[in-house]
């Protein structure tokens, strides 16, 4: 069997993603990786062959994966190339987003081989209104080995070609009442015109302009000579600035936060199917 070369592509502007695509490339035990973060890089175009092994890690906005992640890898191609799609959700719900991401390979030339969602701090989470703290934890980066350990034991048994259905892997478990709960008060907030805040706030009294937000800002959405000025047609709400100013200046008040962090709140757990 070809020694695995192991590409691994990951979006994560809060770094929830990469921590666990690092974790199953660590537990492929491959010596042989590549590892291309598009978190701030506008494109990438590449091209796959088949002895390769592409391993994609997104988180979902909204129930698919994240717009910008998809644009982002719009230009890459395989050629019968196995895949690995891993989407990272905030405890809700990942909805459409793997079935999304894995058709999204597949129209690319490559082929899921095994795919996985796994759970990430919620970007909204606070202090105030925590949503998945900390995650992925120690327990979730073990999961990530495992699952990384799976994967080279596929392919080391030559079994590659064989594919997998990313819609049969297991749904989180949510009761149906809250989930009722969840779309009606979204509902009656799009009917009542609940305003939603369109980008971060910056509190001018704490930020001392040290740019820290510019630096990770994925769609350079900051202004680099004022960082207390946001283009909120560029900001995708990533809270990436938020969690990262090490003032504490920025603050992304979404009605979103307590809700999640109120109905949210039950532990849910990692799946891979392979
Ligand atoms: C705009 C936006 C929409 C989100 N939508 C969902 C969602 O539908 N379901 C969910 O469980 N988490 C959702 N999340 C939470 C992220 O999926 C989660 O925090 C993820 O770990 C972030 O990944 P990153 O750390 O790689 O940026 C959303 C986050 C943002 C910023
Ligand atoms: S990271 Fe925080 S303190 Fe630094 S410029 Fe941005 S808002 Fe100001
Ligand atoms: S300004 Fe918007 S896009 Fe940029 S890091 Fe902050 S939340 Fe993300």
Same mark, same amino acid.
């Given at each position: 069997?070809?020694?695995?070369?192991?590409?691994?592509?990951?979006?994560?502007?809060?770094?929830?993603?990469?921590?666990?695509a690092?974790?199953i490339?660590?537990?492929t035990?491959?010596?042989?990786?590549?590892?291309?973060?598009?978190t701030r890089?506008?494109?990438?175009?590449?091209?796959?062959?088949?002895?390769q092994?592409?391993?994609?890690?997104?988180?979902?906005?909204?129930?698919?994966?994240a717009?910008?992640?998809?644009?982002?890898?719009?230009?890459?191609?395989?050629?019968d190339?196995?895949?690995?799609p891993?989407?990272v959700?905030?405890?809700?719900?990942y909805?459409?987003a793997?079935?999304e991401?894995?058709?999204?390979?597949?129209?690319?030339?490559?082929?899921?081989?095994?795919?996985?969602?796994?759970?990430?701090?919620h970007?909204?989470?606070?202090?105030?209104?925590?949503?998945?703290?900390g995650?992925?934890?120690?327990?979730?980066i073990?999961?990530?080995?495992?699952?990384?350990?799976?994967?080279?034991?596929?392919?080391?048994?030559?079994r590659?070609?064989?594919?997998?259905?990313?819609?049969a892997?297991?749904?989180?478990?949510?009761d149906?009442?809250?989930?009722?709960h969840?779309k009606?008060?979204?509902?009656?907030w799009?009917q &009542?015109?609940v305003?939603?805040?369109v980008?971060?706030l910056? =509190?001018? !009294? #704490? /930020?001392?302009? $040290?740019?820290? *937000?510019?630096?990770?800002?994925p769609? &350079?959405a900051?202004?680099r000579?004022?960082?207390?000025?946001? =283009?909120? !047609? #560029? /900001?995708?709400? $990533?809270?990436a *600035?938020?969690?990262?100013?090490?003032?504490?200046?920025r603050?992304?008040?979404?009605?979103?936060?307590?809700?999640?962090?109120?109905i949210f709140s039950?532990?849910?757990?990692n799946?891979?199917?392979?």
């Amino acid at each position: 069997m070809k020694k695995m070369e192991l590409h691994i592509l990951t979006f994560s502007p809060t770094g929830t993603s990469r921590r666990v695509a690092e974790g199953i490339a660590k537990g492929t035990g491959g010596q042989d990786m590549h590892f291309t973060d598009i978190t701030r890089q506008t494109s990438v175009s590449l091209n796959f062959n088949s002895d390769q092994l592409l391993l994609v890690c997104v988180p979902v906005y909204g129930g698919h994966v994240a717009p910008t992640a998809m644009q982002r890898l719009d230009a890459i191609r395989g050629n019968d190339t196995p895949a690995v799609p891993v989407v990272v959700y905030g405890n809700r719900h990942y909805e459409q987003a793997l079935e999304e991401l894995s058709s999204f390979l597949t129209e690319r030339g490559f082929r899921t081989m095994a795919a996985a969602t796994f759970i990430g701090e919620h970007s909204y989470s606070t202090e105030q209104t925590p949503i998945a703290v900390g995650r992925p934890d120690a327990a979730d980066i073990l999961f990530a080995e495992q699952f990384g350990q799976e994967i080279a034991k596929k392919w080391n048994e030559g079994r590659i070609a064989e594919t997998i259905d990313a819609s049969a892997i297991e749904q989180p478990h949510q009761d149906a009442g809250t989930m009722m709960h969840f779309k009606q008060t979204v509902m009656t907030w799009m009917q &009542s015109g609940v305003p939603m805040p369109v980008s971060p706030l910056a =509190d001018t !009294s #704490l /930020c001392n302009a $040290c740019g820290t *937000c510019a630096d990770l800002c994925p769609t &350079s959405a900051i202004s680099r000579s004022n960082p207390q000025e946001t =283009d909120a !047609s #560029l /900001c995708i709400k $990533c809270c990436a *600035c938020v969690k990262g100013c090490p003032a504490n200046a920025r603050t992304y008040p979404t009605p979103f936060a307590p809700l999640l962090a109120e109905i949210f709140s039950l532990r849910k757990e990692n799946k891979y199917l392979i």
